[in-house]
């Protein structure tokens, strides 16, 4: 059998990981600037982490969400207290899709209405409602385009305002930092402005930060440079370092309902013993002010490279937008100087490494990156 070829690839077998770097087949070592897509959190192969898989493997792999998971109420508790959501409920499914599909479809039996307002360049997801949600015609098939979803422009708060003002919205559903948007930021202004019009007309607030979340901005959640408090909040891929899972975190006024939503699969024994084991290393290690200080080095030495026409970001979620396109740029980093980075759109390359991305080799980045550049 062949595989569906949907994915342009790398000519590159990456067989090992260890902290930010990975290794080919060969042998050859990469600097990981790209974290599998903002996904390795606390580190390739990182020692706590795999003890914590190996042994809750031995014990349990998996079962139903029929039966108590004293692992789901674990992972809630810590995630509560790291994230500043202590109040608020979760809900565990399997992928960043998954999250925002549930998140959505929550917003719309809580107020029996079935309009979304989402952003221009918002990425949700592939799912019926998530990639309804997205701004992106070519990954919609023809049986998502359901007419749900109103694209507005990121920062306009007026239209947003406007479109809530029409009665029929069952939700906004906004990025902390839009990621294949090309790293754009939400204001302050902006999203308490939209706070304000859906407690007015009776929307409910969802913030993904499925890939501007757990600790990538330098907070916890890249809403909490603002003074926003969303509804719900959707979570995923650093959520535990590669394993497949993710969450929405809900406000305590929304009363679950036996049976309403459901999922095989999520919050499972081995995802949740990741999850938690993820936690813990933040804690220990200090990941998310790691993130924060590391980060802004970064930028500050990126933004003193005159190629670069722009940097945008906060904390391990970098965008370099350039007047030319990159794929030249990204394939010499990879193939001359080792190193993984990420793209959106044509012009802007990202960086999403590992949260464990120490001083170091975020100097040893910028040298590589100047030399690629021939800077
Ligand atoms: C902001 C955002 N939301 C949702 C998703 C979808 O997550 P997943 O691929 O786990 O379904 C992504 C994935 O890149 C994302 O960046």
Redesign the pocket.
Same mark, same amino acid.
């Given at each position: 059998m062949k595989l569906f070829d949907v994915y342009p690839l790398f000519d590159i077998d990456i067989v090992k990981g260890e902290g930010c770097n990975t290794y080919d087949a060969q042998g050859n070592k990469y600097l990981d600037l790209y974290g599998g897509?903002?996904v390795i959190s606390v580190g390739h192969s990182h020692p706590h982490y795999l003890k914590a898989l190996q042994e809750q493997a031995s014990k349990l792999v998996f079962y139903s969400n029929s039966v108590i998971n004293t692992l789901q109420q674990q992972l809630a508790e810590k995630l509560g207290k790291a994230s500043g959501y202590d109040d608020y409920q979760l809900f565990l499914v399997n992928?960043? #899709?998954?999250a925002?599909e549930n998140a959505l479809k929550l917003a719309s039996f809580h107020t029996g209405k079935s309009r979304v307002i989402a952003f221009d360049k918002a990425?949700?997801?592939?799912t019926s409602l998530?990639v309804e949600a997205t701004d992106n015609p070519k990954i919609v098939a023809p049986i998502n385009a359901n007419n749900h979803v109103t694209f507005v422009t990121l920062n306009d708060a007026a239209a947003v305002e406007a479109e809530l003002a029409k009665g029929d919205v069952c939700a906004v559903i906004v990025?902390g930092i839009q990621?294949?948007g090309g790293i754009r930021i939400p204001t302050n202004e902006f999203l308490m402005s939209v706070r304000e019009s859906c407690d007015k007309h009776g929307a409910v607030l969802i913030l993904?930060e499925?890939?501007s979340g757990y600790g990538r901005s330098g907070k916890f959640f890249a809403h909490q440079y603002t003074d926003v408090r969303p509804d719900m909040i959707t979570v #995923?891929?650093g959520i535990a370092n590669g394993f497949p899972m993710?969450g929405v975190l809900i406000s305590p006024k929304f009363e679950p309902i036996y049976g309403q939503l459901g999922t095989t699969f999520g919050g499972n024994h081995l995802a949740c013993a990741a999850a938690i084991a993820v936690l813990e290393i933040f804690e220990k290690e200090n990941l998310v002010e790691n993130a924060r200080k590391v980060g802004e080095y970064l930028k500050a030495e990126l933004q003193k490279i005159p190629q670069i026409k722009e940097v945008r970001g906060e904390g391990l979620m970098i965008g370099m937008e350039f007047d030319y396109p990159v794929k030249e740029l990204r394939t010499r980093l990879i193939k001359e100087e080792k190193v993984f980075t990420g793209a959106t759109g044509t012009h802007v390359i990202r960086l999403l490494p590992p949260l464990v991305l120490t001083m170091e080799q975020a100097e040893d980045f910028i040298n590589r990156f100047k030399r690629a550049l021939g800077a």
């Open positions: 897509h903002a992928s960043g #899709a998954e925002n990425f949700h997801g592939r998530a990025e990621g294949v993904d499925i890939q #995923a891929k993710g």
